[in-house]
């Protein structure tokens, strides 16, 4: 998925910068809804119940806005993922707070790989069409246990550069911006991912 921001997008990071609280609003509009999926996808079971993702990136967009004249200054990452960086940060702070709270021996795990039941059933179903032949439904159906499985199996950089690639649909600049590599990095990571899960469910080498 491209960066919205080009023709009238960069007209409105322009006015935005000037101080346009019009600009401001509707530039920030253009990623309500892609960022609040990306947050979805990432809340627990437990969270889901306390937090709504709709409120997560309206306090991005909070902060985001006290913080546009530094980054038009500065510009240290394309505007997208300046943003959801913004918003995983609100995320995670808020994440952090409850986990606090939650006595669980699983919080230090929960911290290091947020994804909701939600979330893991797409990213199954993403993988196991990338992964499987082209046989049938049912083939489908019988193999995202053994998928789920294998997921769950890899480490946590590989699971999480296929959640950006398969959940949030980005692109691999986006990606390498969103974790602070190299883009050569982030095709590396993924293709391992993906042998990984081939090994781990038993296939051969393609």
């Known amino acids: 998925m491209a960066d919205p921001v080009d023709g009238h997008s960069e007209q409105l990071v322009g006015a935005a910068a000037e101080g346009g609280a019009d600009a401001i609003g509707e530039l920030l509009e253009t990623y309500r809804e892609r960022l609040r999926k990306m947050v979805a996808v990432r809340i627990d079971p437990w969270l889901s119940a306390r937090l709504d993702p709709s409120d997560v990136v309206q306090e991005a967009f909070v902060e985001a806005a006290k913080r546009l004249p530094e980054y038009m200054r500065t510009t240290p990452l394309p505007f997208y993922p300046w943003l959801r960086q913004l918003t995983w940060e609100q995320f995670m702070h808020i994440r952090v707070h409850q986990l606090a709270e939650k006595r669980s021996p699983l919080r230090e795990e929960a911290l ?3 994804l909701s039941e939600s979330g893991m059933a797409r990213l199954v179903d993403q993988v196991a069409a990338v992964e499987s032949s082209p046989s049938g439904h049912a083939v489908h159906e019988e193999a995202r246990e053994r998928v789920r499985d294998a997921i769950g199996q890899l480490e946590q950089h590989d699971r999480e550069v296929l959640i950006l690639r398969y959940l949030e649909q980005l692109e691999t600049r986006e990606i390498a911006a969103a974790l602070g590599i190299r883009e050569g990095a982030v095709r590396m990571r993924h293709l391992r991912a993906l042998e990984r899960l ?9």
Do not use: A, I
Not at 200 to 206: A, F, H, R, V, W
């Open 112 to 114: 290091n790989t947020p």
């Open 198 to 206: 081939r090994v781990s469910l038993g296939k051969d080498e393609t």
